[in-house]
């Protein structure tokens, strides 16, 4: 059974920094490896939709809503089942639980996310 762990969100200044993190666990017994799943990280306030941030696809093709475009970078560790979200000129509308999972999003790969709160 595949896991995913986010983790790294804490509560930051505007302007500021942060990077998330996402591990996957339990590929051994998928049919799919990490490194072939697209990989993209979502990010939901509360009674708000989740909505895709950053995508990567295998080789590391990214792309990016426009909200977040020039700010975020998203980027992948295969050997390491893991993805970053590296957030730089963070803004309060950058608030959120981020979210990693596949792209469309699987259903049994959500986790628990990690709080992200940009307030001065």
């Known amino acids: 059974q595949v896991q995913l762990v986010e983790s790294g969100g804490g509560l930051v200044q505007p302007g500021e920094s942060l990077r998330v993190s996402c591990t996957a666990s339990?590929?051994?017994?998928?049919?799919?490896?990490?490194?072939?799943?697209?990989w993209a990280w979502y990010r939901q306030v509360p009674g708000g939709e989740r909505e895709m941030v950053a995508l990567?696809?295998?080789?590391?093709?990214?792309r990016y809503a426009d909200s977040v475009k020039g700010r975020f970078t998203i980027s992948r560790d295969d050997p390491r089942n893991t993805v970053y979200l590296q957030m730089n000129s963070l803004k309060a509308d950058d608030t959120a639980v981020y979210y990693c999972?596949?792209?469309?999003?699987?259903?049994?790969?959500w986790g628990r996310g990690t709080q992200v709160t940009v307030s001065s």
């Open positions: 339990g590929f051994s017994a998928s049919p799919v490896s990490f490194k072939f799943h697209d």
């Open positions: 990567i696809h295998p080789g590391g093709i990214s």
């Open positions: 999972n596949d792209q469309p999003p699987r259903d049994d790969f």
